[in-house]
């Protein structure tokens, strides 16, 4: 993370023979990147509207900010282009295929990163390219999480800031009992919701960390420390918070955790998370026996926006790399397009409001899902129904969930992710086989999840029904889509899920057995449903 300028490079501008001709090569290939990867740039620039990745607006321009804090560094370097920019940039652009083609837009987004990286190769070399590194790799906190990895750490982290936060409310001898993520207090019970698992405050205050590494002068263990050191602080302080909102409901009551001060009191702790951050930077300027000012340890100029005086590399015979970098770019431009154009397969299918809402001894009741569900979920068909038991009563609730095309970002939403959105914690998971002939003659294979929130139990059931597969691994419906994909033209497909809940004392076995056969009623009666 150096960022430390050379002092003794030259601060003179000048434009050498053919630097104009490489900068429209370069504004053209920047343009094609730009159009290439709109989709899943969209879908980056589209998440940044949420609260955990507001920061991203900001991240571009302060990684240009970091890039002309080299300018001088650039000036004293003979800028050539390396053969190792298109090599780079052809990696990238298989990422943006798989990426594409397995509708895992994260893949696309750091396909990005590396196209441009390998850009940034193809124009001033590996010398070059040392010396921006750390604006280049800054660019990678503009990057949301796959969302199955922000639901699983959310979840996880929402668990050990409750606890964290019970331990500074018991601090003041309040009597606290923690279920989950739900604080009770007698009178009054918190949950710790996603919103305060404290990824709002731990994404922004890690791209701050890196920043200030880059930024800080001292040597890189100091520098690494800094960046790491934002995890614990994040965590720390977010439990401080949810602790100090279970003294303040305790004290002045429900309203202590509701409205503007609620929002107030996050804004408290981010502000005192940096403060910690500089802090600490004293702490290791002290250590480091460095005697300057907290304000002097950061090294910041401000940046003339002109160009440096730029090494011979710069003519037509030198710019052999950058423009078989834009080669393929521009053939990958008319690949994408091809592939666009390509006639998907969409098979024909039975629509899902034939289900029967009577299957044997259970009768069902239609459900709808909200329209905002609908609109996240983008599918193309589904069926909600409440199916009770004649005589025990028992409830099931199956949903079923088709797509006709998992090719442009729309695809099955695995309910190990959504679970924890909900509130839920899951207790166990693991893959059982039941009874059923699946499509290829074997048992049907499905995921079991025992979930809980507070001492309410729910047993769920939920695999993936895919162009004849029976599918229960996440990745491996990714997989499958990809390979359907070029090779079928296919990628629609189903996800079918079962659950139903646990009574207070009721044996999880007495829920399988009550699931299994809701399974072997239904399953015959929707199955056709989906195409193979």
Known sequence: MDATLDAQAPSTTSVRPGAVSTAILITFALSLLLFLFRDGLELMVGSWSRAEYSHGYLIPV????????????????????????????????????????STIYTVS?????????GLV????????????????????????????????????????????????????????FLEGNVIDLGVYKLQVAEACSGLRYLFPLMSFGFLAGCLYRGPAWQKILLFLST????????????????????????????????????????MACLAVLLVEAAVLLRLGGTRVALRDA????????????????????????????LGLLVAAGLSAGQLASRQEILPEHEPFVLIPTQIS????????????VLSALKLDDYRNIDFRQAGSGELVNFYVAYYASQRQGASA??????????????SSIRQISLDIPGPDGAPLAVNRVLISKGTVRQLVYYWFQQRGRVITNEYLVKWYILLDAMLKHRTDGAMVRLVTPLREGETQSSGDDRLAGFAAAIYPAFVGFIPE
């Open 231 to 270: 995890i614990p602080i994040t965590i720390l302080m977010n439990s401080v918070r949810i602790g100090l909102i279970g003294v303040f409901v305790d004290r002045w009551g429900i309203g202590a955790a509701e409205g503007f001060l609620h929002l107030f009191e996050g804004w408290v702790i981010f």
């Open 121 to 176: 190769l193809a124009v001033i070399g590996r010398a070059g390219t040392a010396a921006l590194w750390t604006a280049l790799a800054y660019l990678a906190f503009m990057i949301p999480l796959p969302n199955f990895l922000y639901v699983n750490l959310s979840a996880q982290l929402q668990l050990l800031s409750s606890e964290l936060g019970v331990a500074v409310i018991r601090l003041f001898n309040i009597p606290v």
């Open 361 to 372: 001894d259970w009768h069902g009741r239609e459900v709808p899902l909200e329209a905002e």
């Open 62 to 101: 302060i990684a240009v900010f970091l890039a002309l804090q080299r300018r001088r560094c650039l000036a004293a370097l003979d800028l050539r282009g390396s053969w190792t920019g298109p090599v780079v940039v052809l990696l990238g652009l298989l990422g943006f295929t798989v990426g594409s083609l």
């Open 298 to 325: 950061f090294t910041i100029e401000l940046p003339r926006l002109a160009l440096p005086a730029l090494g011979g590399g710069f003519s037509w015979r030198h710019q052999g790399p950058l423009l078989v970098s």
């Open 413 to 426: 939403h695995s309910p190990r992710s959504c679970i924890p959105g909900g509130g839920w914690e899951i």
């Open 109 to 117: 987004q750091y396909a990005f990163l590396l196209c441009l990286f």
